[in-house]
């Protein structure tokens, strides 16, 4: 029932900007996480940024100063605003979630349920 629906990936020149956005559909618990991944060819799938239904943030290392993940309760989205842009931030991005019980869990997972990606490609 849950699906998750990438948007905003393409082609960006080193130090641009693109904002990623996932749309869940089919959510029928209030505590979950979203996430970002990240993949590209030959390397290991990389947690970018979390948020949970509670407001936590999580930031991944890649992350930290240029991307930033937000939610819009009212549109019922949540965002990745990805800014100054390198050639090593290209792969496949997926959004990612899944449901949480109390207050023990990982941002690493395990994600039940995952969209299709979206490639996101920054020339030099």
């Known amino acids: 029932q849950v699906q998750l629906a990438e948007s905003g990936g393409g082609f960006v020149q080193a130090g641009g900007s693109l904002r990623l956005s996932c749309a869940p559909s089919?959510?029928?618990?209030?505590?979950?996480?979203i996430s970002w991944f990240r993949q590209a060819p030959g390397r290991e799938r990389e947690l970018v940024a979390g948020?949970?239904?509670?407001?936590?943030?999580f930031n991944g290392d890649s992350a930290l100063g240029r991307f930033t993940i937000s939610r819009d309760n009212a549109k019922n989205l949540v965002f990745l605003q990805m800014n100054s842009l390198k050639p090593e931030d290209t792969a496949v991005y997926y959004c990612?979630?899944?449901?949480?019980?109390?207050?023990?869990?990982?941002?690493?997972?395990?994600?039940?349920?995952w969209g299709q990606g979206t490639q996101v490609t920054v020339s030099s």
């Open positions: 990612a979630g899944m449901y949480v019980a109390g207050s023990v869990w990982s941002w690493d997972g395990p994600y039940d349920y």
């Open positions: 089919g959510v029928t618990s209030s505590k979950y996480v």
């Open positions: 948020i949970s239904s509670r407001g936590q943030i």
